[in-house]
C-alpha cells in the first residue's frame, strides 16, 4: 500500500478499496496495517472509525435488504438517511458523498431483490467438506450439510413457510403467527415424506434411497407424498426412517446408528452482526424470549463471539461483559422475558 492515508477525508475511506475491503471482509491480513495507521493520531482513527461506521451501517441495510425484502429495507433506508445528514451536517460534500454511495447500494439491493423475488427459487448449494449456516427470511436458521441443495419456495411468506432438501440439514424453526393468531406451519419437502413443525429443531437427511428424520425439540409430523392420513408424529430423541420402495415410515428410539445426519451446532457463531439480530438469533436457538427497550441499542455491534449451543445464559452474561458500559440486563420473572436496557 503506497498511499498516504493521513490526509484522507472519512469519504475518502469509504470509497477506498482496501479500507472496504478491510472492513466488511474482515480482511485478517491486513489487521496489522490498519491497526498500526489508526493509531498515528486521534484525528485520523476518529475519521477512521466514522467511515467504518458508515460502511457497516450501509452493509448492515444491504444484507438485511437482501434477506427480508423491500417492505422491511426502505423504512431502515428511509431511517438511515438523516441520521447521515445529521452526522455529516457541517460537511455538504460529505453528506453528498454518503447519501451517494447508499444510493448506489439501495439501486444495487433493488436489483437483488428482484432477481430472488422473481419467479425463481432461492437456492443454497454446499460442496464436499463444505457447510453453510442459512438465515431464513422468517429468522429459522439452517445448518446445511455437505454435498446438499436447499431451495426456499418461490412463494415463502409470512403465512406459506416451505423449503426443499436434498442432502443433510439442521433445522432451528422459529415460530411465528399469522395475523389472525394462528401458529404457521412450517414445512421441509424431502426425497421420502413432507415434514410439518410449527417450532421445533431436528435433523433431515434425503436421498434417492434414503430419508431420515430425527427429532431433538418440540414435535413434527410426517406425510408421506400422495398418502394424506398416513402421517406419523415424532417426539424428541427418535428418528424416522422412510423406504422408498414400500413407501412406509419406521421409528426408531435410536438414532445414533445412522451417520448421515447434520447435528445440532456445538457452538453459536456470531460474526459480524448486530446486537438486535443476534438476539433474533437466541430467540430462535433457545426460545428465549428478549425485549430491546431502546432501538439505539440494536445497532451495537459484536464483531466476534462464539456461545455454547445448550445454554443461553452464557450469551445473556457475554453480551452484558461486552456492552457493560452501554447496557443493562434484568429478567422480568412474570413474562419469563430478558429486558435489555439502555444504562442510565
Known amino acids: 500500500m503506497h498511499k498516504d492515508y493521513r490526509f484522507y477525508s472519512v469519504e475518502d475511506f469509504i470509497y477506498d478499496t482496501e479500507f472496504r475491503k478491510y472492513i466488511l471482509d474482515n480482511d485478517v491480513e491486513q489487521t496489522h496495517f490498519w491497526n498500526t495507521l489508526s493509531k498515528e493520531n486521534s484525528e485520523l482513527k476518529s475519521r477512521m472509525d466514522e467511515a467504518s461506521s458508515i460502511l457497516r451501517s450501509l452493509n448492515g441495510l444491504y444484507l438485511e435488504y437482501e434477506k427480508e425484502g423491500r417492505k422491511k429495507a426502505i423504512p431502515s433506508y428511509l ?22 454511495i447508499a444510493a448506489s447500494l439501495l439501486l444495487l439491493i433493488t436489483v437483488i431483490f428482484f432477481l430472488v423475488t422473481s419467479k425463481d427459487a432461492v437456492e443454497y448449494y454446499t460442496d464436499k467438506n463444505q457447510s453453510e449456516e442459512i438465515m431464513l427470511p422468517d429468522g ?5 450439510g455437505e454435498n446438499s441443495h436447499l431451495k426456499i419456495a418461490p412463494e415463502w411468506n409470512e403465512n ?5 432438501l436434498e442432502g443433510t440439514a439442521y433445522f432451528m424453526v422459529r415460530p411465528i403467527k399469522s395475523d389472525n393468531d ?3 406451519k412450517f414445512t421441509v419437502s424431502t426425497k421420502g415424506p413432507n415434514v410439518e413443525v410449527l417450532g421445533t429443531q431436528f435433523n433431515v437427511y434425503s436421498s434417492d434411497s434414503l430419508t431420515n428424520i430425527i427429532l ?14 398416513a402421517e406419523s408424529l415424532l417426539i424428541p430423541g427418535q428418528m424416522a426412517i422412510f423406504n422408498p ?14 451417520k448421515e445426519t ?10 459480524h452482526i448486530t446486537l438486535r439480530k443476534a438476539i433474533d438469533k437466541m430467540e430462535t436457538v433457545f426460545g428465549v424470549k428478549f425485549l430491546l427497550k431502546d432501538p439505539e441499542i440494536n445497532g451495537l455491534d459484536i464483531d466476534k463471539l462464539s456461545v455454547p449451543s445448550d445454554n443461553p445464559e452464557t450469551f445473556i452474561k457475554t453480551i452484558e461483559i461486552l456492552f457493560n458500559e452501554q ?18
Do not use: M
Request: no cysteine; aromatic share 4%.
Open 79 to 100: 431511517e438511515l438517511v438523516p441520521k447521515l445528514e445529521k452526522k455529516s451536517k457541517t460537511n455538504t460534500k460529505r453528506t453528498l458523498a454518503i447519501i451517494s
Open 140 to 144: 429459522s436458521i439452517v445448518y446445511l
Open 160 to 164: 406459506h413457510r416451505h423449503v426443499s
Open 182 to 184: 394462528h401458529k404457521v
Open 216 to 229: 431433538d425439540e418440540g414435535s413434527v409430523k410426517l406425510i408421506p407424498q400422495g398418502q394424506q392420513g
Open 245 to 258: 420402495k414400500t413407501k412406509t415410515i419406521e421409528v426408531s428410539n435410536n438414532p445414533n446408528q445412522y
Open 262 to 271: 447434520y447435528k445440532r451446532p456445538e457452538t453459536i457463531e456470531f460474526n
Open 327 to 344: 447496557i443493562e440486563i434484568t429478567k422480568d420473572s412474570v413474562s419469563n422475558t430478558i429486558v435489555i436496557n439502555p444504562k442510565k
